[in-house]
């Protein structure tokens, strides 16, 4: 090569796909920063312990306790009973607009726990890394939460340490998520369990437990 050649990448070194052999950038070939590519399944990250990566950076944390305040409150309602809400999804990456849509159905009240999740702050909630974007998890999203951080998890974080139930779940216990029941969505919504990939339709006006997620 007598230099006359042109090579075009990404040339920006805090990036995997950096090259030096690059001499023209395109900033859409750096995916993935070297830091976020060091990172692994139940590292703490962000407020929270990674369950999903995607492959370009960035993921979902869930937090490390029930509830979402400091003062313990690990159970909450799902609220909203005797109405139906339009438009919730149970994939991978639907929770945040389902908590928004969830709040803004006159289910703001903090006894729920959509609203619980979405009001959660640095003074609220000590394990926040002040982080206040979070929300109730997808049926989805809990799901891969508990299989990849639950009891019975394979495999060990970036410090070696294992991944078998990392994220301190309550054992064969109910968890909310942002989604209603299929069959009486005005009554009851969804819930994964702990000990198992099930889902099970409970009364919204019951007491039980839930966590948060947040995506960086």
């Known amino acids: 090569d007598d ?16 090259n030096s052999i ?21 590292d703490t990250h962000q407020g929270g312990i990674i369950f999903y990566l995607d492959g370009f950076g960035g993921g979902l944390v869930i937090g490390p306790v029930d509830g979402a305040t400091s003062a313990n409150v690990s159970t909450g309602k799902w609220g909203c009973s005797g109405t139906n809400i339009a438009g919730l999804g149970t994939d991978l990456g639907d929770g945040d607009a389902n908590t928004t849509l969830i709040t803004n159905s006159s289910c703001s ?16 909630s000590s394990w926040t890394q002040s982080y206040s974007d979070w929300f109730l998890p997808s049926e989805d999203e809990m799901l891969l939460a508990t299989l990849k951080l639950g009891s ?15 994220a301190d779940f309550a054992y064969a216990q109910w968890y909310w998520v942002s989604v209603q029941s299929p069959s009486s969505p005005s009554s009851q919504a969804m819930a994964v369990s702990t000990s198992a990939q099930t889902t ?13 997620v947040r995506s960086f």
């Open 3 to 18: 230099g006359s050649c042109q090579y075009t990448g990404c040339m920006d070194p805090l990036y995997v796909q950096y």
């Open 22 to 42: 690059y001499t023209i950038n395109d900033q859409s070939e750096c995916l993935t920063l070297v830091s976020s590519s060091l990172l692994a399944l139940g």
């Open 109 to 124: 009240s903090l006894q729920y726990a959509a609203a619980q999740c979405d009001a959660i702050t640095s003074s609220t």
């Open 152 to 166: 019975g998890a394979t495999g060990t974080n970036s410090a070696g340490v294992s991944l078998d139930n990392i």
């Open 200 to 212: 099970a339709e409970i009364v919204k006006t019951a007491l039980v437990r839930y966590r948060p």
